[in-house]
């Protein structure tokens, strides 16, 4: 079965750290970019950060820079996101996604495989 499985997510005060992976099952991530994309409740779905196949290539959405960090071990088959600084408006469901292409922040479309997500909850 091809899956990808999120984890990490939780209950974290403003100004907290957490570290989302994403591994694959079934299939090599090596040949896929991987986005992460949240959803807040009552908002459209968007694009966080995404990584080339190699991670010589890096895409962050605006809101995120210079927070949040997208790393990839494909030896372990794995896609992590480092949050820094979390705010309560990056509350939301986190989901990854795999891409054969080239990825983008910009657009969840052409994903290939969707994980089922990871609630983050910012809050004091």
């Known amino acids: 079965q091809l899956q990808l499985v999120e984890s990490g997510g939780g209950l974290v005060q403003p100004g907290g750290s957490l570290r989302l992976s994403c591994a694959a099952s079934?299939?090599?991530?090596?040949?896929?970019?991987i986005g992460w994309f949240r959803q807040a409740p009552g908002k459209e779905r968007e694009g966080v950060s995404c990584?080339?196949?190699?991670?010589?290539?890096?895409q962050y959405a605006d809101s995120v820079k210079g927070r949040f960090t997208i790393s990839r071990d494909n030896a372990k088959n794995t896609v992590y996101l480092q949050m820094n600084s979390l705010k309560p408006e990056d509350t939301a469901i986190y989901y990854c996604?795999?891409?054969?292409?080239?990825?983008?922040?910009?657009?969840?479309?052409?994903?290939?495989?969707w994980g089922q997500g990871t609630q983050v909850t910012v809050s004091s």
């Open positions: 079934g299939f090599t991530l090596d040949y896929y970019a």
């Open positions: 996604a795999a891409h054969r292409g080239v990825c983008s922040v910009l657009s969840g479309t052409g994903y290939d495989y």
């Open positions: 990584i080339s196949k190699t991670g010589g290539s890096r």
